[in-house]
């Protein structure tokens, strides 16, 4: 089975502090029913008051962070599905909890994980 990234950033979840509420527990839910299908391999948010370093081969750690990734933050999951097509469905019920689009990427096969 493949692992699929499934994700949107927070500037795409535009809600009412009373909506944030109900899709707190909608989103809540759908990660439950993961689990429960035992598709879930791990999820959550970027905590986006820790600023990103780099850390160098040699343990050097300096701020900042790639150019392409300056604004990585949002909501994350990482489900292991049987094909594409269930990853989109899962996309749509995460869509439909958050109420964003979510981005599906597919991560490539390696044995070891």
């Not at 598709?39 to 962070?65: A, H, K, L, Q, Y």
């Not at 749509?92 to 044995?111: H, N, S, T």
Request: with cysteine; charged share 20%; glycine share 8%.
């Amino acid at each position: 089975m493949t692992k699929y990234l499934i994700s949107f950033p927070s500037a795409a979840m535009v809600v009412s502090e009373e909506e944030l509420q109900a899709a707190s527990v909608a989103s809540r839910a759908v990660v439950q029913d993961a689990k429960d299908a035992g598709v879930w391999v791990f999820g959550g948010g970027i905590n986006e008051s820790i600023p990103p370093v780099m850390v160098d081969g040699d343990g050097t750690v300096r701020e900042g962070t790639y150019p392409q990734t300056a604004h990585l933050e949002g909501g994350y999951s990482v489900l292991e599905l049987p094909s594409y097509d269930a990853a989109l469905e899962w996309a749509a019920k995460l869509a439909a909890a958050c109420r964003c689009a979510q981005e599906v990427r597919a991560f490539a096969f390696d044995p070891a994980s």
